[in-house]
C-alpha cells in the first residue's frame, strides 16, 4: 500500500485595516497597510515558483468594488458587544468609496491576483473580522455574519470551504453554523497553554511573553496534526502548528533560530507522516519586505527538499479536509479556481 505523504498546509488571515481597527489607529499604519498589495504580489510569485496549495481566509468586507456595494450587503443581525470598539459598522460610513480611493479597506484587485493564482483556496475569516468569544455577541448574530461572507464570495463564483477565526477565537459552539453554511475545516487553535483560545480580556502579558520564546525556542513542541481519515462531520479541525512572525530588527540576531524552529517542526511532520500547518498576515510582510521573503523562502526551499525526497506535499485547507473525512463527498470540487 502506498505510503501517506506528510503535509505542509499553509493559511493566511488577510485583513488590511479591519484586522487592526480596534487595536491601532489607521494613521500607524498606514505606511505597512499601503505595501500589502506589492506584498501579495510577492508572495504569490514565491508560492508560484514553489508550488504551494495555500488558503487565503479573508475578511468579507475586502470583497466588495465599492462602499455602496458593502453598506447593500451588511447582515440584518449585527453584532452588539459589550465593548463597542469591538464592532466595524459605525467605522463602515467613515471608509473611502473604493479600493482606488481606500486601498486599507477594499481588495479586489488583490482577490483577483489570488484567484488568478494556481492552486490558491479563498477561504474566509468572517465577513466583519467577528469575534466569536467576546460578550454581547451570539449565534445568530455570527451565523448571519458567515452567510454574508458566503454570499460576497459567491458574487467571485467562489464557494467557500475553509474559515480562519478571527484571533483565534474558535468558539465550538459555532461550528453547527459553519457547517449549516458549507464550511468544512477551520484552523483551531493550539492545545498549550499559551495558545488557546480566549477573549480579548483573557490575553495576558506572560501568555504573549511565551510565544514569542516559543518561536525562537522549542517551548511547547511541534503542534502538527493527525492525517488520519474520519467519520467526523465538518468542519474539520486543522489546528494551527506555528505562526510565523514578522522580522523583528531588534531581534535580528536571532533569525536563524526563528527559522530552524519551524524547518525542525517541517521534518517533525514529514517523520510521523502528519501536517504541519503554518500561518501568518501577509499584512505582516509590508514592512521589511525582504526579509520576511527571504525567512520565508528559506522555510519554502526546506519544504521542497522533503517535497522532493516524496515524504511531504503542499495542501489547502479545504482539500485537505476533503480527503480526510469521509463525511464529505468526495466528488465536491474543493480547490478555489475559479475565473470571473
Excluded at 451570539?138 to 458574487?155: G, I, K, P
Excluded at 525556542?217 to 493527525?226: A, E, F, N, P
Aim: glycine residues 6%; proline residues 4%; contains cysteine.
Amino acid at each position: 500500500m502506498k505510503q501517506r505523504k506528510a503535509a505542509l498546509v499553509i493559511s493566511l488571515d488577510f485583513e488590511l485595516y479591519w484586522g487592526v481597527r480596534d487595536l491601532r489607529d489607521l494613521n500607524a499604519c498606514r505606511t505597512s497597510l499601503a505595501n500589502v498589495g506589492p506584498a501579495i504580489l510577492r508572495l504569490l510569485d514565491l508560492f508560484s515558483r514553489f508550488e504551494i496549495h495555500a488558503t487565503w481566509a479573508t475578511v468579507g468586507f475586502l470583497f466588495f468594488r465599492t462602499r455602496r456595494e458593502l453598506l447593500a450587503s451588511l447582515p440584518g443581525a449585527q453584532p452588539n458587544y459589550d465593548s463597542s470598539v469591538l464592532s466595524p459598522y459605525r467605522h463602515v460610513l467613515s471608509i473611502g468609496r473604493d479600493e482606488e480611493d481606500d486601498p486599507f479597506h477594499f481588495a479586489p484587485s488583490m482577490i483577483r491576483a489570488i484567484l488568478d493564482t494556481p492552486h490558491q483556496e479563498l477561504g474566509t475569516h468572517t465577513f466583519s473580522h467577528y469575534y466569536c468569544l467576546e460578550d454581547g455577541q451570539t449565534e445568530a448574530c455570527f451565523r448571519d455574519d458567515l452567510m454574508a461572507a458566503v454570499q460576497a464570495a459567491q458574487s467571485w463564483n467562489v464557494t467557500l470551504r475553509s474559515l480562519v477565526f478571527p484571533r483565534n477565537q474558535v468558539n465550538r459552539a459555532y461550528l453547527r453554523a459553519c457547517a449549516d453554511c458549507g464550511i468544512y475545516a477551520y484552523r483551531g487553535a493550539g492545545a498549550h497553554w499559551m495558545y488557546r483560545a480566549r477573549k480579548r480580556s483573557g490575553e495576558t502579558l506572560l501568555r504573549r511573553a511565551a510565544r514569542l520564546l516559543d518561536a525562537y525556542l522549542d517551548i511547547s513542541g511541534h503542534h502538527t496534526l493527525s492525517l488520519q481519515e474520519t467519520a467526523e462531520n465538518p468542519p474539520l479541525n486543522l489546528p494551527a502548528s506555528r505562526y510565523l512572525r514578522p522580522y523583528c530588527r531588534r531581534l535580528r540576531l536571532l533569525e536563524p533560530l526563528r527559522v530552524s524552529r519551524i524547518c525542525r517542526g517541517l521534518d517533525y511532520a514529514a517523520s510521523k507522516r502528519r501536517g504541519y500547518h503554518l500561518w501568518f498576515h501577509p499584512e505582516d510582510f509590508g514592512v521589511n519586505l525582504h526579509e520576511n521573503l527571504h525567512c520565508l523562502e528559506k522555510i519554502l526551499i526546506h519544504y521542497a527538499r522533503l517535497r522532493d525526497a516524496g515524504v511531504m506535499e503542499s495542501i489547502t485547507m479545504g482539500a485537505l479536509a476533503g480527503r480526510l473525512s469521509t463525511a464529505i463527498d468526495s466528488a465536491s470540487e474543493l480547490a478555489q479556481t475559479a475565473h470571473v
